[in-house]
């Protein structure tokens, strides 16, 4: 086992989807979301200058006790995604998953 913590978000961005219809495909509430042309926010929710450009959402994915990163994500795509996904149609997308890791003393 690998002596490091890393953490997991599925993230989604495009200029034609409604970030809500995701959530609702996957069942998974976002800890950050806004669509295409919204007033930008803080993190506090506060407004700031300019427009967002692209829609955008992202989840946090939990890990399951001590299970490694290619075991997380091999059973939360096996599972949680393909039964969300029979639903879906892709018209245009980036993908993104990213992580962060940090070693232990």
Known sequence: M?????TVSLRFFSKNVDPQEIC???RMKPKWMH???DQRTSAKGLPIAG???LSYCTF???RQGAEELS???EQYFAETLSSAASGVTVRSSRASLSHGTTNQS
Request: charge should be negative; avoid cysteine; aromatic fraction near 16%.
């Open 24 to 26: 609702d495909q996957l």
């Open 35 to 37: 669509k295409i042309g």
């Open 71 to 73: 075991e997380m994500s």
């Open 60 to 62: 946090p994915l939990v």
């Open 2 to 6: 690998n002596s490091f913590r890393f």
């Open 51 to 53: 427009h967002y450009d």
